[in-house]
């Protein structure tokens, strides 16, 4: 029985880890089915406490920065962006009006949903922009006075 409850803990830990994102809650996950494989075995409570503990402090302390190290931005990385990567920061050519609910934007050939960067900031149709944030399939974009002057917000959040 001891085993299920840790299998549930795991389980329920790595799926609050996908809304979170941080690579913190998946690492105590490891931890509970370490101990749910230690409670298959028959140890007792306290020992599967421990492992859990130590499978734990150990996954955070060292699994964890290094699949933070690899998991960097090509852009952080100094290597060739693709995918999303490599349409933030372009331009796009607005084709329907983009405001804070809906727009669409041409990237690179292809059509995008739109939404802009800045919900006071709305473009009209003809309109150059550049693109600071992907979410989804919906591309953030913001229109400065010239799109060439690289006065840009940052894209953090």
Known sequence: MDAVLWIV?????????????????IMFAAGAFAAAGAAALGAPTLVQAL???????????????????HRRSALESGEQ??????IEGATALVLERVDAEH?????????????SYDATQSFDAG??????????????????????????????G
């Not at 492992?51 to 190290?69: D, E, H, M, Q, Y």
């Open 103 to 115: 727009g669409l934007v041409k990237i690179d050939g292809e059509l995008w949903t739109a939404r």
């Open 51 to 69: 492992v859990f503990a130590a499978v734990s402090a150990l996954t955070l302390t060292v699994v964890r920065p290094v699949i933070k190290r």
């Open 127 to 156: 309109r150059r922009v550049r693109v600071i944030k992907v979410r989804g399939a919906t591309a953030l974009v913001w229109q400065d006075d010239d799109v060439t002057s690289g006065e840009l917000p940052e894209a953090g």
């Open 81 to 86: 962006p693709f995918g999303v990567e490599a």
């Open 9 to 25: 803990l795991g389980v329920l830990l790595a799926v609050a880890e996908v809304f979170t994102t941080t690579l913190f809650l």
